[in-house]
């Protein structure tokens, strides 16, 4: 059985702008009706457990980190971005996390 589908939403202290980002995504995938997805929160020096994790997406609110090796997406939007833009983020990491997820 594959791992749940997760967005892992990261920052450098894991205390604000993953927050944000978790809340915008939580309220986003709640909106579309997925209770399929799980989304967490934490900064860049607790992420090590996830890596290699399938399934999962990373929004970066930091400089993406190539070598973490998890699809990704840069996050900021999540902060300075209008609803308009923040919207069409969130469907973009959804839509990322359904194509490279295993059924």
Not at 5 to 22: D, P, Q, R, Y
Not at 69 to 98: H, Q, W, Y
Request: glycine letters at 8%.
């Amino acid at each position: 059985m594959a791992e749940r589908k997760m967005l892992l939403c990261v920052c450098g202290a894991g205390i604000n702008t993953s927050i944000n980002a978790e809340r915008y995504l939580q309220e986003y995938v709640e909106k579309i009706g997925r209770s399929d997805i799980e989304i967490k929160h934490c900064m860049v020096g607790d992420i090590l457990p996830y890596k290699g994790r399938k399934n999962m997406v990373v929004v970066w609110m930091t400089a993406i980190d190539p070598t973490f090796g998890s699809p990704a997406e840069r996050g900021l939007t999540f902060m300075i971005g209008g609803k308009k833009a923040k919207e069409e983020l969130a469907a973009r990491i959804v839509a990322k996390l359904d194509e490279i997820s295993e059924e």
